[in-house]
């Protein structure tokens, strides 16, 4: 896996907080636990149940944008 993969999976994992964070009205910590209780009941890894979430919004997949 290259550096840029972990990070891809960092972001997924970051953006699918903030949603959650919106969604519920709590802390990243908080967010961070509703995530990982999602992968442990579903059998699935984080990184799974993120890109699910993101995959799911009305608008569909926020796009990433960095800034050289």
Do not use: Y
């Amino acid at each position: 896996m290259s550096i840029f993969q972990g990070a891809g999976h960092v972001l997924w994992s970051s953006a699918a907080c903030g949603v959650i964070m919106g969604q519920n009205c709590c802390s990243s910590e908080a967010a961070f636990q509703l995530l990982a209780l999602a992968s442990s009941h579903r059998n699935a890894k984080a990184r799974v149940v993120a890109e699910t979430i993101l995959n799911t919004l009305p608008r569909g997949t926020p796009a990433a944008h960095f800034a050289d």
